[in-house]
């Protein structure tokens, strides 16, 4: 049983993280960082509908934060990377687990949102790398880019029509990876109980659709006109 | 009635298998599943073919050993029933059926829709007891238990390792099986003692045995011809974390003797 053999430290903490139950933990625990940052995320960039002076002054306040700002991204990151290695790795697992597929497979439970995990989660993930380089550090931007206006940025970037839709159609696609994974951490930690598993199941369903609705609805009210008339 | 099966008919473990089409003309809707493919099977004999191998003991829906795929459903299209309890009652004249055996790579196929499951008991082997010293029977009410937890309990028990969950999952986790197995008895008193070496034993032997991983997705659940809850789960991930941070080799230094 010497697989078993947990002593100290970094090994247990090895010999945790093997096992598939780890495995899962580790996601449900980057994956609860990763979903509260969306929704506050969205509910910050929301003020873009209060005007420039307002998102801009958020934006400011952002930076201000100094090194708690680094702070949060390393976890933010971290977070990020823990949660792809794991999916990864737990992908291969399922591969693994059954070589030989079924000639017919029905699946009578399973939710569209919990079988396009693996789906949702690497679109998203070309998403975020595009949102960074897009308003973050501008290189998707190029010359429009102009550092500290975040409200110029946005609108100027929203304009292009097929980056709209791609933001819109990444953020379907979280809204519906949140329908799942933000009940399914809970179960993955431990947590059911009749009365509340039910619960949990509907705030996954209404987080997902608030975050979704939330971040559709900026780029779709500047691609409509709704809200940017006064940037050129 | 008539009835179309498309039956996976591998030799042996190492032979590559395929799908083989056959007719059953004469099926009476009062027969099992598994007397329709005695039926198939006498005709097969008969004919100097090679019958369909399966695997089945009581017929009761008690023992756990039956199970296939039906249309891609462990123990086909009824809930909570073992494939030897569904009656052709449940089909129309004429149905056309897609069996299988249940698919995963801790379950290498036997033969036909015949798996080897014994990964199950291995699994069981690394932890899945309790410890006790037998003696005299123990008085019937020296130990109190709620009855909340004896139910759960006794809910968890009713696994008859039949592997539909392994079958099911997309992921072809074991995590159902294993954690009622880990929950029938860390709902008990008896089962305390052993709890924290009882849920990473398993746990590992379970990764190392190959089976996949839980994403939640409830499909174990319901094609579990017992009912067994996704509940279990969380509790065995649960003992698992818990057993993370507590759990201690067995060593003969130190103590109390």
Not at chain 1, 93 to 105: D, E, F, H, T
Not at chain 2, 152 to 175: E, K, R, T, Y
Request: charged content about 15%.
């Amino acid at each position: 049983m010497s697989s078993i053999a947990v002593n100290g430290g970094l090994q247990r903490t090895a010999s945790f993280y093997q096992s598939v139950v780890g495995k899962k933990v580790v996601m449900a625990a980057t994956g609860f960082i990763l979903s509260g940052f969306v929704l506050g995320h969205m509910i910050g960039n929301l003020q873009v509908f209060q005007g420039p002076e307002k998102l801009n002054h958020y934006a400011e306040l952002l930076q201000s934060l100094g090194g708690a700002l680094w702070a949060i991204r390393f976890v933010l990151l971290a977070s990020v990377v823990l949660h792809i290695i794991a999916a990864f790795q737990l992908w291969l697992l399922k591969n693994s687990a059954r070589p030989q597929a079924y000639v017919k497979k029905a699946s009578i439970a399973t939710s569209y949102a919990a079988r396009t995990m693996i789906w949702s989660g690497p679109i998203v993930l070309a998403f975020l790398i595009y949102h960074i380089l897009h308003f973050t550090t501008g290189q998707a931007l190029g010359s429009q880019f102009v550092k500290g206006d975040v409200y110029h940025n946005v609108i100027v970037g929203f304009r292009h029509v097929g980056v709209s839709v791609f933001y819109i159609v990444a953020n379907i696609l979280l809204a519906i990876h949140l329908y799942h994974g933000v009940w399914s951490m809970f179960q993955s930690v431990g947590v059911n109980h009749p009365k509340y598993t039910p619960m949990l199941k509907t705030l996954a369903k209404i987080y997902g659709w608030v975050v979704g609705v939330g971040n559709v609805s900026i780029p779709l009210a500047v691609l409509t006109g709704v809200i940017g008339a006064s940037v050129k | 009635m008539k009835i179309i099966l498309n039956i996976w008919r591998q030799k042996d473990v190492k032979s590559a298998g395929k799908m083989v089409r056959y007719e059953v003309p004469t099926v009476n809707e009062h027969m099992s599943f598994l007397e329709m493919i005695d039926v198939l099977n006498e005709d097969l004999t008969r004919k100097g073919e090679d019958p369909v191998a399966f695997e089945h003991d009581c017929r009761e829906g008690i023992c756990g050993c039956c199970g296939f795929m039906i249309n891609g459903i462990p123990h086909g299209p009824e809930r909570g029933t073992t494939v030897c309890q569904l009656h052709m009652r449940h089909f129309q004249d004429g149905d056309e059926l897609w069996l299988e055996p249940f698919r995963a790579k801790a379950f290498p196929v036997l033969k036909d829709l015949m798996v080897d499951r014994s990964a199950f008991d291995r699994i069981i082997a690394a932890g899945g007891y309790v410890s006790v010293n037998t003696g005299s029977a123990p008085d019937g009410n020296a130990l109190p238990i709620m009855k909340q937890c004896a139910e759960m309990a006794m809910d968890a028990a009713a696994c008859i390792g039949c592997g539909a969950c392994v079958a099911s999952c997309p992921n072809a986790s074991a995590s159902l099986f294993v954690s009622a197995k880990i929950s029938h008895l860390a709902l008990l008193p008896q089962g305390q003692a052993e709890r924290d070496r009882r849920a990473m034993r398993m746990v590992v032997k379970m990764t190392e045995e190959g089976f996949g991983y839980c994403t939640n997705t409830g499909e174990c659940e319901a094609v579990c011809p017992k009912g067994v809850k996704i509940e279990n789960i969380a509790r065995m991930h649960r003992d698992y974390i818990k057993s993370a941070f507590t759990y201690r080799e067995e060593s003969t230094a130190g103590g109390a003797g």
